[in-house]
């Protein structure tokens, strides 16, 4: 059958990378988690000391950009894609709060994005990909045959984002902290001048607040199977 991409943007903490892998997995496509890659320049920047509270040393960044290499790596036990930061797996040390709590402002760097859209490009050329994100159905894959907007309460993927914490022994950071840090991120990613998060006029909406991860990929599925049968 003939391999389509499939470009799955939305909200912070929605599942939209749960339901990319998922379905990856099902239809054995490549899935790749873009925002796994800004994570990663992220923590570049926080472990070579480019942040000053919350300003970023944007000379520096952009020299180093070229030679920060990222790429992803297959883990072998959990057959999941995981991302390396020259050459370290960092798989673990992009999910912490710190990360998440500049992240954003990194995103929001247009040569960033510049090289990030560049290898993202390349690892979909062959299709048979699922690339989740913010801007994956509107700047990467803009051709992408079946595009999905996900959404849903932010109370409720605050929640959702701190029961994974929980089951990570994390009992430090409180919900109060995960939704502000969920509102702010949605609230820079929808403003900024670059590529801001924007659902594709194509794309098809879910909103997967009462929805659990099983119906949710019966939806994804749907939509797939029907659009691969046409
Ligand atoms: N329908 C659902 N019901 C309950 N929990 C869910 C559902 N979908 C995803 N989750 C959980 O919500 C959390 C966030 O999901 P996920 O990491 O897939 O979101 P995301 O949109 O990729 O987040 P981010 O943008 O921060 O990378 C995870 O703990 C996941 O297991
Ligand atoms: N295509 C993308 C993907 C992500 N971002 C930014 O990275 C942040 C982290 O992404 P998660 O999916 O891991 O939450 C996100 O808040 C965005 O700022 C992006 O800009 N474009």
Request: net charge negative; with cysteine; proline share 1%.
């Amino acid at each position: 059958m003939k391999k389509i991409t499939i470009a799955i943007d939305g909200f912070s903490s929605c599942g939209k990378s749960t339901m990319a892998k998922d379905l990856a997995r099902k239809i054995g496509y490549i899935y790749i988690d873009s925002g796994a890659m800004y994570r990663a320049v992220t923590l570049y920047c926080i472990q070579n000391n480019l942040f000053k509270g919350d300003d970023l040393d944007l000379v520096k960044l952009e020299e180093a950009i070229r030679n920060i290499k990222i790429y992803f790596r297959l883990n072998e036990t959990t057959s999941l894609p995981e991302v390396y930061l020259n050459d370290i797996n960092v798989e673990k040390e992009i999910r912490t709060m710190e990360v998440a709590s500049k992240v954003s402002l990194v995103s929001a760097v247009g040569f960033v994005r510049k090289e990030m859209v560049h290898l993202q490009q390349q690892m979909g050329a062959e299709k048979g990909i699922v690339m989740d994100g913010r801007d994956i159905g509107t700047v990467v894959f803009r051709n992408a045959e079946l595009k999905i907007f996900v959404t849903a309460d932010p109370q409720i993927r605050a929640q959702r984002r701190l029961d994974e914490l929980r089951s990570k022994n994390d009992f430090d950071t409180t919900f109060e902290e995960v939704l502000e840090n969920i509102k702010q991120r949605d609230y820079i990613d929808q403003n900024r001048d670059e590529s801001p998060l924007r659902q594709a006029e194509d794309a098809l909406v879910l909103d997967n607040s009462q929805l659990t991860k099983e119906q949710q990929m019966q939806w994804l599925l749907d939509k797939f199977n029907y659009l691969t049968s046409q």
